[in-house]
């Protein structure tokens, strides 16, 4: 049974290009979540969201930050031109329906923008 | 509004124990734990739910004090695989948001 499946792993970009994370749930799992964190700190909500639904972007920056999760495929979050202060580690967590308390976290994309 | 945790650091011989203690200024719905070692993803360790629950599993065990708005994670006989970030992530209710704690670091040595 899979876990929760992000990539790419790492991802460089340079200032003022676009960066595409993606986050494949656990089979089963309808609800996820993304997370950041930055370097020392601790992990940040950013959004969540259910197929075709954003239910919570609270967390998400007003500008440049865009998440999506399609009826087929995974989920993505897309940075639109990258600054040096969105290097971080960014985590996807996924939940079933029947537990949404229950979240299980990828193993992360770090981000470095150069 | 982030939960607090204490101690922000500390040191085990191989075979002590450990308190780290969650504090929230918030009513809180549960209380979760996670472990994360450098570089890796945060590990599920348990979930307490409202009613001043106790878990545990091994000799990893916590308590819910859900009138304090607090928690406490219990590690007996720390091995040195223990070591990394424990964050507690609480949910306030109105929504499946994991607020997480300021962390505390756990270092075992032999």
């Known amino acids: 049974n899979a876990g929760v499946m992000q990539n790419p792993r790492h991802l460089v970009r340079r200032r003022g290009q676009e960066a595409r994370l993606r986050c494949s749930p656990m089979k089963g799992h309808s609800h996820v979540y993304w997370y950041r964190q930055l370097p020392e700190e601790g992990l940040k909500f950013m959004v969540y969201l259910q197929k075709e639904n954003i239910i919570d972007e609270s967390g998400m920056p007003k500008e440049r930050f865009s998440a999506e999760f399609p009826k087929e495929g995974p989920s993505i979050l897309r940075i639109q031109q990258v600054v040096r202060g969105d290097s971080a580690a960014y985590f996807c967590?996924?939940?079933?329906?029947?537990?949404?308390?229950?979240?299980?976290f990828g193993p992360g994309t770090r981000l470095t923008v150069t | 509004q982030q939960p607090v945790q204490s101690p922000q650091a500390v040191i085990l011989r191989e075979g002590e124990d450990a308190v780290i203690n969650c504090s929230s200024s918030?009513?809180?719905?549960?209380v979760h734990w996670y472990r994360q070692k450098h570089g890796e993803a945060p590990v599920f360790l348990m979930i307490?739910?409202?009613?001043?629950e106790q878990k545990g599993h091994d000799k990893i065990s916590a308590s819910f004090n859900e009138k304090k708005q607090q928690s406490s994670l219990y590690l007996t006989a720390s091995q040195l695989s223990y070591s990394g970030t424990y964050f507690c992530g609480t949910f306030t209710g109105g929504g499946n948001k994991l607020t997480f704690g300021t962390g505390t670091q756990l270092k075992v040595e032999l």
């Open positions: 967590a996924s939940s079933p329906v029947s537990r949404p308390e229950e979240q299980y």
């Open positions: 307490l739910l409202k009613g001043g």
């Open positions: 918030k009513a809180l719905y549960s």
